[in-house]
């Protein structure tokens, strides 16, 4: 092949990539209403009560009411294909309120997973808790 031909055809070959990175990320972009029901393995008192929140996917960041509400700011996710699952993965971080890893995959217009909250006591020991989520574009 001649240089420009294979200049043309990776140049295309970086565009496709692009657009569809863009595309997969295009797909999760949205709020969604979900309902957050608690492991029944939590035993920290205020860590087993269900509770709707709204998951905000926009301009490659991600947020939620309820955390926002706590001064979790929003953070960039990242969005995993994989055996035509499309997830959705955010860790949201406060120095006062600890850590929240969202792992979601997205099923069109619907949303499910799962949210681990931990931090530090002021024991100094471990605090943690693990939670579903269900949900649905808004």
């Known amino acids: 092949m001649k240089p420009l031909t294979l200049f043309c055809l990776g140049a295309l070959l970086c565009v496709s990539a692009l657009s569809y990175a863009q595309d997969q990320k295009g797909v999760a972009e ?3 209403a979900v309902e957050v029901k608690p492991s029944p393995n939590n035993k920290l008192r ?4 269900a509770y709707k929140d709204v998951i905000t996917l926009k301009d490659g960041k991600f947020s939620t009411m309820v955390n926002t509400k706590y001064g979790f ?3 960039a996710y990242e969005v995993k294909t994989d055996g035509g699952k499309t997830v959705v993965v955010a860790e949201l971080k406060d120095e006062k309120h600890g850590s929240n890893k969202y792992e979601l995959e997205v099923k ?3 949303l499910e ?9 002021e024991d100094g ?3 943690a808790a693990e939670y579903t989520l269900t949900g649905a574009k808004k």
Do not use: H, I
């Not at 997973?113 to 530090?120: I, L, N």
């Open 30 to 32: 949205g709020e969604y």
């Open 46 to 49: 205020g860590t087993n009560q």
């Open 73 to 75: 700011d929003p953070v």
């Open 108 to 110: 069109g217009a619907a």
């Open 113 to 121: 997973g799962t949210m681990k909250w931990g931090k530090m006591g």
């Open 125 to 127: 020991k471990p605090k």
